[in-house]
């Protein structure tokens, strides 16, 4: 390699779905990182992805692409129940893991993961993509550094209409239901606003009688530092995309905290109702970014932005939402 060529680090993706095509196109964007593979159950929805994002290489199995010794780094982009069996065997294999969100289903499948990446001397990653936003960056640089005074109370809503009943998020064994899809990014938001995990939590949801999962869900948390957090998640619902924290002196809006779709960001800061300053952000790639990011990491050893332990305790918080959700539901 000559001295001024970057070195990338090559990647290997699990699954063609729609995070899989979001990430793959994410690819070109970054300049550390390569994708050279792709793995289907399906060896020819494996090529059709790898032809069309122009993958060097197509399995038609994971553990094929596990054993490719020219892959440094996994990205696991499978239903939620199979996040810990697939981060387990890349660790195995000695590879790198970036996880789609929520990291697992559970607390033990966490420890699992963590444990086996530990062991294995690989990093271990949740894709919480929404983190890598400049506008979320600048919200807590806004907290921590009192523009709001003291948080104390947070609302966000992450909400748009699934109507495929075949769709992953309706299927209680893939890990379906709306608490751990897009209920994660207002809790985890939250949880970083007050920096801990909740001490009190109550939440209420609508579950399909006919599938089991709940399809609408809200609910109330609150953190050691008294902050109140509400959040509310749905698929069966009309687009709903908030975030706001209301401090002891100001406020802070952001009408689109979650996704990266192309167009500007926007972050107010009220004061006493008056819209006293207005933040305008590019929105860039999230997903290119936190590709870049934790290439960055394997190729200098340093730490990931998003650690395992942050994002089991996530996961923690999100079953137990879930389970108030149903203990009532059954009720
Ligand atoms: N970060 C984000 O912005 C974001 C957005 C959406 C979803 N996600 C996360 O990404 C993960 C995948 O979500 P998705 O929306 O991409 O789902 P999806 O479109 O249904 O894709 C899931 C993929 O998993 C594979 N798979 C393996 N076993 C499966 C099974 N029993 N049933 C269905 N698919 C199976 C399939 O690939 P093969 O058949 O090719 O093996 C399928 O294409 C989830 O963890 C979700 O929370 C993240």
Known sequence: ??????????????????????LARAFKEVSNALLVGVASRDGMRAKAFADEHGVPRAYEAYDLLLFDEDVDAIIIALPNSLHCEWTVKAAEAKKHVMCEKPLATSVDECENMIEACKRNGVLLMEAAMYRFQPQVELVVRMISDGSIGEPRIFHGAFCFPIPNHSNIRYRPELGGGCIFDMGFYPVDFARLIANGVPVGLCAFGIVDSECGVEVVA?????????????????????????????????????????????????VWLLRRREYIRRFELQDRNSYALEIEHFSQCILSGSTPLIKPEWSMETVATLQKLRQLVHERAAN
């Open 1 to 22: 390699m000559s001295a001024c060529a970057v070195e990338k680090v090559k990647w290997g993706m699990l699954g063609t779905g729609m995070i899989a095509s979001r």
């Open 218 to 266: 809200a609910g109330t948390m609150q953190f050691p530092n008294g902050m109140l957090a509400q959040f509310e998640c749905g698929f069966q619902n009309d687009i709903r995309t908030y975030a706001e924290i209301i401090g002891t002196e100001a406020s802070v809006q952001m009408p689109d905290p979650w996704t990266s779709r192309g167009k500007r960001k926007e």
